[in-house]
């Protein structure tokens, strides 16, 4: 199976070691992320998006391009190529500000192109948004913060997922949407960090393919 990271953070995947003013904990659960995948046998594909410069804001070039189903950024062609060879895409990022970085938002409005990544059916009833990427079979969100859990879900009425996984990923139709919250982290003890990591990378390792719609039809 192929899974595709996509990291957001400004410090990169070289913070996922515990260096001192050089460090993040969302790197290391990205980290820990790809180990376990790759335990398992599953290729691993990496976007880092603060590695690669990727600019989060729409230009109008982008715009008027996505208005007709065409791209003018290499960049993002790449990233759509990715996710077209993608079976399982996994979103690592901080939430800052109740939701996710600006350059994750900027990967959903830039990348997820209609006419390529999704299409939209104006005859149809209901959801009428179809998805292209026919291997793309689950998402999975590691999401670091320091709000607690319970007050991120309750209080704030969990803004990111509705975002990713409502607005974005749900309503094109992929099913298999997981969240994985790493809530509190300033709080918690080296020991506390260290169990955590090590129960992403198990999770990781034991990663089933997802069947996506084109391996329903062929049952």
């Given at each position: 199976m192929r899974v595709l990271i996509v990291l957001d953070h400004p410090y990169t995947l070289a913070s996922a070691e515990d260096v001192?003013?050089?460090?993040?904990?969302?790197?290391?659960?990205?980290?820990a992320a790809i180990r376990g995948a790759e335990a398992a046998g599953h290729?691993?594909?990496?976007i880092d998006l603060a590695a690669d410069g990727f600019a989060?804001?729409?230009t109008a070039a982008d715009l008027a391009a996505w208005r007709?189903?065409?791209v003018v950024d290499p960049q993002?062609?790449?990233y759509q190529r990715r996710l077209l060879a993608a079976d399982h895409l996994v979103f690592?990022?901080?939430?800052?500000?109740?939701?996710m970085p600006a350059a994750t938002k900027g990967f959903l409005d830039?990348?997820?192109?209609?006419?390529?990544?999704?299409?939209?059916?104006?005859?149809?009833?209901?959801?009428?948004?179809r998805n292209l990427m026919t291997r793309l079979g689950a998402v999975t969100v590691l999401s670091v913060m320091t709000t607690p859990d319970k007050a991120y879900r309750w209080w704030y009425r969990d803004p990111m997922t509705k975002i990713l996984f409502k607005g974005t990923f749900g309503k094109i139709g992929v099913k298999n949407l997981t969240w994985v919250n790493y809530d509190r982290?300033?709080?918690?003890?080296?020991?506390?960090?260290?169990?955590?990591?090590?129960?992403?990378?198990?999770?990781?390792?034991?990663?089933?393919?997802a069947r996506t719609a084109a391996d329903k039809t062929r049952v």
């Open positions: 001192p003013h050089r460090r993040s904990f969302t790197a290391a659960v990205a980290a290729e691993v594909d990496l989060p804001a729409m007709t189903a065409r993002v062609a790449d690592a990022f901080p939430v800052w500000w109740e939701a830039r990348v997820l192109t209609k006419g390529v990544l999704f299409k939209e059916l104006p005859e149809g009833k209901g959801n009428p948004f982290v300033t709080d918690k003890t080296p020991e506390q960090r260290r169990r955590m990591l090590l129960d992403t990378e198990t999770r990781f390792a034991k990663l089933a393919p």
